[in-house]
């Protein structure tokens, strides 16, 4: 049970003087032509001096403001969809030239954005963190062409669609909470987007000069960008095809930084996936590309001399092979556990390639694992991922690094912590990241 101090506000403990009649006329004034002025007439319209107490909620340590974002979400979890919704009726109506900044069709995106706000609000009692998730939304936003000027329309719109559906929790304090808090981590953004405008480009031009089908639904694809791409491997980015303009979807890197500059992706292409689809069943060498800034923390730690444990689910092998060829370059001899996860043999679309790497590299070692059927290869296992991990283990004196489906992603994460490896041993990009991003 939360323990919460005398005067939080609870469920129905809504001030008279904050009326709905009276929240949708400061909103609706808000959005006229020129009132959303830039983040400091955003702030100082809702301005609320924040609390400097910190409370426990959930076994946790944290700051009024944090208990009220948390508390405000939960309400509008359920309605997810509706409130969204609305949010881009507000941010639309107010400001129609922002219309073409995003994709014709709408529903992949509202999934993305709400999955995003609730990745960010678990993050607001940690500064670090929520700087380095901001910073890469911010960086990764200048592609859609958003600018500084956007931030207080897109901040009006969002009080203005919480306040409608977090109906039992919205009063003066959570409206103070939500103004701090996106005030900060707006500012985040844009800060961000103006120190990387100094050193990089919004987006690369980038040209493919390989299209090789692996599978009836798995592409691999060559590109070469048309200036210097720098990435750590590991990392992944975000794609858009010529056919679906507007519309971003994510690959990781298939291979280490090359000296002819090239990028290599791997695609599956998914049911309703238009970005996907298009990569796998209708890209061809000539058509070109664009691409995002790199992005993800599942890279290498090359401070320590701890073995790495690394788990490739489906087209997540693609990262987990850019790792060992970083660590082969870099000429370390670590002790590399690979295992290969997919649902059959005949899923396992890379497998040659990796076993050759493990022929070629004494320090490594590839396990296929298939869930149904058998692997034929030495050491292949049956079974989930997850439960190889157990199978194979311990990994005491191993880093972990994890690439596939949300889904194989916390299973596996959960394994390795019930065999007792610390939580900052097991690298992988969030998984709430991960579903925002997921292929389409």
Known sequence: MASVPAGEPRAGNRPSTTS??????RAAAAGRPGAQGDQKTFKARHSMDAPVTRWTEG????????ILIHRTLNEISPVADRTTSYFYALLFTRRPDLRALFPVAMDMQRDRLFRAILAAADRFD??????EYLGELGRGHRKYGTLAAYYPAVGEALLGALSRYATTVWDAETEGAWVRAYTAMSQ???????????????WWHAEIVSHELRTRDIAVLTVR?????????GQYTAMETPWWPR???????????????LLTFHVKAVPAGWVSNALVHRARPGDVLRLGPPTGSMTVDHSTHHGLLCLGGGTGIAP????????????D??????????RSEHDLYEIDTMMRLQKTFPWLAVRPVVAVGRAGWAGGLRGLLSEAVRECGPWRDYDAYLSGPPGMIRSSVDALRSMGMPTGRIRHDAVEELAAVAPG
């Open 225 to 233: 960008p048309d200036q210097v791409y720098p990435f750590v491997a």
């Open 59 to 66: 076994g946790r340590d944290r700051s009024p403001d944090a």
């Open 320 to 331: 987990i092979k850019a790792l060992v060829e970083d660590i082969a370059e870099r000429g």
């Open 188 to 202: 985040i953004m844009i800060d961000a987007a103006a120190v990387d405008e100094r050193r990089a480009p919004a």
């Open 20 to 25: 709905r009649a009276g929240q949708h006329s």
């Open 126 to 131: 940690d500064p670090s963190a929520l700087a």
């Open 333 to 342: 001899r670590r002790p590399m556990e690979v295992l290969y996860g997919a």
């Open 247 to 261: 519309v971003w979807r994510h690959y990781s890197f298939a291979s280490a930084p090359r000296r002819d500059g």
